[in-house]
């Protein structure tokens, strides 16, 4: 009787340490599966750590024509592609970048701590009704450059937010990803101006009708951060088409060397990814379109990296 007990026991024990290590190989699996995530404790912004590599930066000619075939755009907007060209290959090191863009909730309480000055749209101090978790916008790259000083971060390079928002090679020599979630255009997947519109603009007459419509009072139509999560990067960053442009680091210089003393305008800072008010050619993760440094509108936020 008491054998049969001690059996009984040990093979419960048995099944229990299988059950275990049945949990415990799960656990492992999702871990892997997971982005590496940090919490930066000034601002309390969830940051996913992108393992460097190396990449085509920028576009090929015959990857534009594509582009334009598969999004409807007209010929002559090719002209706006220009400066995405020639493609070369850059490296990244290992960084941290925002999974969000910096929300106006966040902007606060930099705004509060700093005693720094309000975008003019809020209502005094306050942000928006509602509004908390939405990108904070009407920030000039100033401004912006002062929150991620405070936050101890600072704005992403071009490569750095490039990389983030395409993804890796999908084998060597291949281009990434054009949007976050992929190659081809689909309105629905991020805040842009033709999911606003309902239908595609392919033309500046198109678009303008859009702009000054009934809807013109509500703006800016940004989007709570994260609500679009099939628009995610493949390393899971959020928001990166769409939504609000983000300021980058650098003075906008041609390609391949970035040298802020050939730039046009050194007054012009890099912006990326497109807002609520833009069609897919800036909603492509290879468009660049800078503005000046101290401009303010409200389209343009951002989002901070910090090194591991
Ligand atoms: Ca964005």
């Given at each position: 009787?008491?054998?049969?007990?001690?059996?009984?026991?040990v093979?419960a024990?048995?099944?229990?340490?299988?059950l275990?290590?049945?949990?415990?190989?799960?656990?492992?699996?999702?871990?892997?599966?997971?982005?590496?995530?940090?919490?930066?404790?000034?601002?309390?912004?969830e940051m996913?750590?992108?393992?460097?590599?190396?990449?085509?930066?920028?576009?090929?000619?015959?990857?534009?024509?594509e582009?334009?075939r598969?999004?409807?755009?007209?010929?002559d907007?090719?002209?706006?592609?220009?400066?995405e060209?020639?493609?070369?290959?850059?490296?990244?090191?290992?960084?941290?970048?925002?999974k969000?863009e910096?929300?106006?909730?966040?902007?606060?309480?930099?705004?509060?701590a700093?005693?720094?000055?309000?975008?003019?749209?809020?209502k005094?101090?306050?942000?928006?009704?509602?509004?908390?978790?939405?990108?904070v916008?009407?920030?000039?790259?100033?401004?912006?450059?002062?929150?991620?000083?405070w936050?101890?971060t600072?704005?992403?390079?071009?490569?750095?937010w490039?990389?983030a928002?395409?993804?890796?090679e999908?084998?060597?020599?291949?281009p990434?990803?054009?949007?976050?979630?992929?190659?081809?255009w689909d309105?629905?997947l991020?805040?842009?101006?033709?999911?606003?519109?309902?239908?595609?603009?392919?033309?500046?007459?198109?678009?303008?009708?859009?702009?000054?419509?009934?809807?013109?009072?509500?703006f800016?139509?940004?989007?709570?951060v994260?609500?679009?999560p099939?628009s995610?990067s493949?390393?899971?960053?959020q928001d990166?088409?769409?939504?609000?442009?983000?300021?980058?680091?650098?003075?906008?210089?041609?390609?391949?060397?970035?040298?802020?003393e050939?730039?046009d305008?050194?007054k012009?800072?890099?912006?990326r990814?497109?807002?609520w008010?833009?069609?897919?050619?800036?909603?492509?993760?290879?468009?660049?379109?800078?503005?000046?440094?101290?401009?303010?509108?409200?389209?343009?936020?951002f989002?901070?990296v910090?090194?591991?």
């Amino acid at each position: 009787m008491l054998s049969r007990m001690t059996t009984l026991v040990v093979l419960a024990v048995l099944m229990l340490n299988v059950l275990l290590v049945f949990v415990c190989s799960v656990h492992a699996e999702e871990k892997q599966n997971k982005p590496a995530t940090a919490e930066n404790a000034k601002d309390g912004a969830e940051m996913i750590l992108i393992t460097g590599g190396s990449f085509l930066m920028g576009t090929a000619p015959a990857e534009i024509d594509e582009q334009f075939r598969d999004t409807g755009l007209p010929e002559d907007w090719k002209k706006h592609a220009l400066d995405e060209q020639p493609r070369h290959r850059r490296t990244v090191e290992p960084f941290y970048i925002y999974k969000y863009e910096v929300t106006n909730e966040q902007y606060k309480a930099f705004m509060d701590a700093t005693d720094h000055r309000p975008p003019p749209h809020w209502k005094g101090k306050d942000y928006p009704a509602d509004k908390g978790n939405h990108p904070v916008v009407e920030v000039s790259w100033d401004d912006a450059d002062a929150y991620c000083r405070w936050a101890g971060t600072r704005l992403p390079t071009e490569a750095q937010w490039e990389y983030a928002a395409r993804g890796a090679e999908p084998a060597e020599g291949e281009p990434s990803r054009v949007f976050p979630w992929g190659n081809s255009w689909d309105r629905t997947l991020s805040n842009n101006a033709s999911l606003h519109a309902g239908k595609e603009l392919q033309n500046a007459a198109d678009w303008k009708e859009w702009y000054e419509s009934d809807q013109k009072s509500k703006f800016p139509l940004t989007s709570r951060v994260g609500s679009f999560p099939k628009s995610v990067s493949p390393f899971g960053v959020q928001d990166m088409a769409g939504n609000a442009w983000e300021w980058c680091a650098e003075v906008q210089a041609p390609y391949p060397e970035q040298n802020a003393e050939e730039a046009d305008d050194k007054k012009l800072r890099a912006r990326r990814g497109g807002s609520w008010a833009n069609v897919a050619l800036h909603i492509r993760s290879v468009d660049r379109q800078g503005a000046p440094q101290d401009d303010l509108n409200i389209y343009t936020g951002f989002r901070c990296v910090k090194l591991p």
